[in-house]
């Protein structure tokens, strides 16, 4: 869904955030948002003082931010309530503003002369939100780089500001992992006063990104941050899981079913918006893991989360005319559910991998299985890991 107004044309555009908190469960590391509402004031020619938006009533019609992504932890829930804050910034000449989605509070579109473009975000995380070493080797992946040491990472980041205070930023170039040709990410990290984490970004056409690269950096300097920065503590229902925050409404009442797992998965603490997380061990050093993760309503549906994971280990998308031949079904303790074996590569290590995939709804909810790794050992475990997905009670 979105919740978005298109603001008027101008060099500087307004968002007031206002966000419910619903009482928020710990899926794995943590959780995420907690029903943030995206306004965009439109802004007039002649600068007007920032106006204090009203707090979203709790029986909003779409009191969540829309369906979808990618791709990055858990998360405490904030306490019921009703807050608003604001963020002001000044867009640079040539970037177009987007309809913010998924994770995002800003998004911007730049296209340059001969057809490259590239993609800006601003997304703010409560606490940590993992490692920045974690989040910088996550970003290498996503252009074809292996990861590097904690203290090579460090001697490369570039300080810059943002919003006011210091800000890393990483200068990453790599190959499109689907078109061959060189990308780069400008990935800026930066921990505020209270607690909050906030990760902008840039990633395109390597050339654009190197030219807009000033742009970017005077974009940050823009920023102005509000009394209280609202960062998003639980994803909204329907929105397809990502690594260490909750879904919202269902997930945060739900208890977690009964299941057994084989004896020889060990049970590790799970990553950000998950359930439960095992890995399996192979031979020389193989291994796979499978998690569990569970959201409100149908996920995001079938496409999305098929097309999510498709692009976990290197494939394009698919449309709907392609989706029947890529799924079976399942039967499970109350219906079926539809299973999906895709065959790819590790971003990170550029090995082949191999994902199975199992989405199981249950009433006003959905079930997501992942059985992930090396080919190997995903290929002896996939009978084990569908026979524990039907032994699931729900």
């Known amino acids: 869904m979105n919740d978005s107004f298109n603001a008027a044309p101008g060099p500087t555009r307004h968002r007031w955030y206002g966000w419910t908190c619903l009482a928020a469960l710990w899926l794995v590391t943590g959780c995420h948002r907690d029903n943030i509402q995206v306004y965009r004031v439109a802004k007039d020619q002649n600068p007007a003082p920032p106006q204090t938006a009203p707090a979203l009533p709790v029986d909003s019609p779409n009191p969540s931010l829309p369906p979808g992504h990618p791709d990055i932890s858990t998360m405490p829930g904030g306490a019921a309530g009703a807050a608003a804050t604001a963020l002001t910034w000044k867009t640079p000449a040539g970037w177009m503003e987007m ?18 473009s590239a993609d800006v975000s601003v997304i703010p995380l409560p606490g940590m939100a993992g490692t920045d070493p974690a989040n910088v080797n996550r970003w290498r992946g996503q252009v074809g780089l292996a990861p590097v040491p904690d203290e090579e990472l460090q001697a490369a980041a570039e300080s810059v500001v943002a919003g006011g205070l210091p800000a890393q ?134 496409l999305a989360n098929v097309n999510r994971w498709r692009q976990q280990i290197g494939l394009d998308a698919v449309d709907e005319t392609e989706l029947a031949a890529l799924t079976t079904s399942l039967p499970v303790s109350g219906g ?59």
């Open 99 to 116: 309809t913010p989605g998924e994770m995002r509070v800003a998004s911007f579109k730049i296209t340059g002369a001969n057809g490259q």
């Open 169 to 302: 930023l990483y200068d990453l170039v790599g190959t499109n992992s689907a078109s061959g040709n060189a990308e780069r990410i400008l990935g800026v990290i930066q921990h505020r006063p209270d607690g909050n984490s906030w990760f902008y970004k840039m990633t395109g056409d390597a050339d654009l990104v190197e030219q807009q690269k000033p742009a970017f950096i005077e974009f940050l300097k823009s920023l102005n941050f509000g009394p209280q920065a609202a960062t998003q503590t639980e994803l909204p229902p329907g929105h397809p899981a990502i690594g260490g925050m909750t879904a919202s409404s269902a997930s945060a009442t739900t208890a977690r079913p009964t299941w057994q797992p084989p004896a020889d998965w060990r049970e590790v603490p799970p990553a950000q918006f998950l359930l439960a997380e095992y890995t399996i061990a192979g031979t020389n050093g193989a291994q796979a893991e499978v998690n569990v993760a569970q959201l409100a309503g149908d996920g995001g549906g079938l």
């Open 336 to 394: 079926q559910a539809t299973v999906v074996d895709l065959s790819g590569t590790d971003l990170q290590t550029g090995r082949p991998t191999r994902l199975v995939g199992v989405i199981v709804p249950e009433n006003d909810r959905t079930w997501f299985y992942k059985l992930m790794g090396d080919t190997s050992v995903v290929q002896s475990q996939k009978a084990a890991f569908l026979q524990f997905v039907q032994g699931v009670k729900y």
